[in-house]
Nanobody, 128 residues
C-alpha cells in the first residue's frame, strides 16, 4: 500500500508560480514511476509530468502544454515528489493529482490507467 498526500495548491494570478508537493508513505519509493495529472471541470484527467527511475538514472516526461514551464523533481530523503509550476496560465486551472506506479515500466507512463495509487488532489486556480 502507498499513501500519497498532495499540498501546495491555491489561487494565483496568471504569470505566477506554485510548487506542489506529494508526500508518499507506505511502500514508498519502491515505486518506479511518479506522475502528476490534472483534471479541469468537464474534462478528462490528463498527464502533466512524470519521472521514472532505474537505479541511479532518472527519466522525465512532460505534456507539451507545460514544457519549459513545469519541472518535476523528487527528494528521496523526504519521500516527496514536487511539481514546480512557473508562468502559470488560466488553462492550467484544475485539480492536480499525484500518482505512483509500483511495478516496472520501460518508459515514463503518461496514461492514468498506468498508475496504481493516487492522491486526493489539490486545487490550482489561475486567474486572468
Amino acid at each position: 500500500q502507498v499513501q500519497l498526500v498532495e499540498s501546495g495548491g491555491g489561487l494565483v494570478q496568471a504569470g505566477g508560480s506554485l510548487r506542489l508537493s506529494c508526500a508518499a508513505s507506505g511502500r514508498t519509493f519502491s515505486s518506479y514511476v511518479m506522475g502528476w495529472f490534472r483534471q479541469a471541470p468537464g474534462k478528462e484527467r490528463e498527464f502533466v509530468a512524470g519521472v521514472r527511475w532505474s537505479g541511479s538514472s532518472h527519466y522525465y516526461a512532460y505534456a507539451d502544454s507545460v514544457k519549459g514551464r513545469f519541472t518535476i523533481s523528487r527528494d528521496n530523503a523526504k519521500n516527496t515528489v514536487y511539481l514546480r509550476m512557473n508562468s502559470l496560465k488560466p488553462e492550467d486551472t484544475g485539480v492536480y493529482y499525484c500518482a505512483c506506479r509500483t511495478y516496472w515500466a520501460s518508459v515514463v507512463v503518461t496514461t492514468a490507467r498506468g498508475y496504481d495509487y493516487w492522491g486526493q488532489g489539490t486545487q490550482v486556480t489561475v486567474s486572468s
